[in-house]
T-cell receptor, first 115, second 112 residues
Framework: GNSVTQMEGPVTLSEEAFLTINCTYTATGYPSLFWYVQYPGEGLQLLLKATKADDKGSNKGFEATYRKETTSFHLEKGSVQVSDSAVYFCALRGVTQGGSEKLVFGKGTKLTVNP | EPEVTQTPSHQVTQMGQEVILRCVPISNHLYFYWYRQILGQKVEFLVSFYNNEISEKSEIFDDQFSVERPDGSNFTLKIRSTKLEDSAMYFC??????????FGPGTRLLVL
């Protein structure tokens, strides 16, 4: 079945450091890939997505490229800020029965950015 | 900006008791979901709901669970007889016909 493996945290960085959170997936067909972020006390928010191979999703300085050859969708940001402190979830939406389009998530990676 | 809301934010209950978790999806959305996250584990799909019926459910979603859309705005998850292992954060989500799901802030359920 479909699955997502995500780099375990926690990750602690200093402000302006480079961030990479690794995400790999297993899926049949051509899934859509997502990064969701959860700020303290809030729900899961879509950060970015990519729907086909070689697509790059980007938002708020974060980027991730859909790599079919390595089945990966790593999240990167060149210079993190304290306000980026949150939990980041990688997810995929595969081809599902019944058209429910459920999401399959990774475990989440907690990022703390120190000033 | 419209958002998904969930109540309560925290719920503590005794094993064997019934709980109802409530969600108000975004008003023009058509597809509704419940997910849960046991502490330290992955966010897991429970059930999806469309056109007033369940469209898919996971093996976690056994006879102890039910969902309902009792009116035009609420979407509820009922656990009939809670177990210790039901302790988790429960997330509601909704979407239009487009694929992006919008999530609520979650309800943290603790079963004692």
């Amino acid at each position: 079945g479909n699955s997502v493996t995500q780099m375990e945290g926690p990750v602690t960085l200093s402000e302006e450091a480079f961030l990479t959170i690794n995400c790999t997936y297993t899926a049949t067909g051509y899934p859509s890939l997502f990064w969701y972020v959860q700020y303290p006390g809030e729900g899961l928010q879509l950060l970015l997505k990519a729907t086909k191979a070689d697509d790059k999703g980007s938002n708020k300085g974060f980027e991730a490229t859909y790599r079919k050859e390595t089945t990966s969708f790593h999240l990167e940001k060149g210079s993190v800020q304290v306000s980026d402190s949150a939990v980041y979830f990688c997810a995929l939406r595969g081809v599902t029965q019944g058209g429910s389009e459920k999401l399959v998530f990774g475990k989440g990676t907690k990022l703390t950015v120190n000033p | 900006e419209p958002e998904v809301t969930q109540t309560p934010s925290h719920q503590v209950t005794q094993m064997g008791q019934e709980v109802i978790l409530r969600c108000v999806p975004i008003s023009n959305h058509l597809y509704f979901y419940w997910y849960r996250q046991i502490l330290g584990q992955k966010v897991e799909f429970l059930v999806s709901f469309y056109n007033n019926e369940i469209s898919e459910k996971s093996e976690i979603f056994d006879d102890q669970f039910s969902v309902e859309r009792p009116d035009g705005s609420n979407f509820t998850l009922k656990i009939r007889s809670t177990k210790l292992e039901d302790s988790a954060m429960y997330f509601c989500a909704s979407r239009t016909s487009r694929e992006t799901q919008y999530f609520g802030p979650g309800t943290r359920l603790l079963v004692l």
